[in-house]
């Protein structure tokens, strides 16, 4: 059981390092001054379900499940 927690461990410190990495790279929400306007409709701002934005998100999402899942297992006493 030492080496299963020892490698979880590992993985968390892991998916750690990479959801603070991608969390660091992805943009803000905030639209600007061009929101008030409308000039904030650009091509990126229509397609955001394609762009590597959402693909940064969608990663994001994923680590963040992975992070919480193997915080619980961890915690739990085996």
């Known amino acids: 059981m030492a080496v299963l927690r020892t490698v979880l461990t590992v993985a968390l410190i892991i ?7 991608m969390v660091l790279m992805q943009e803000g929400k905030d639209a600007g001054l061009g929101a008030i306007s409308g000039a904030y409709e ?9 762009s590597k934005e959402a693909a940064m998100v ?14 619980i297992v961890l915690n739990i006493n085996f």
């Open 42 to 50: 650009t091509f990126w701002s229509k397609n955001k379900g394609r």
């Open 58 to 71: 969608r990663i994001t999402e994923i680590l963040a499940v992975a992070f919480f899942v193997l915080t």
């Open 15 to 21: 998916v750690s390092i990479a959801l603070v990495i």
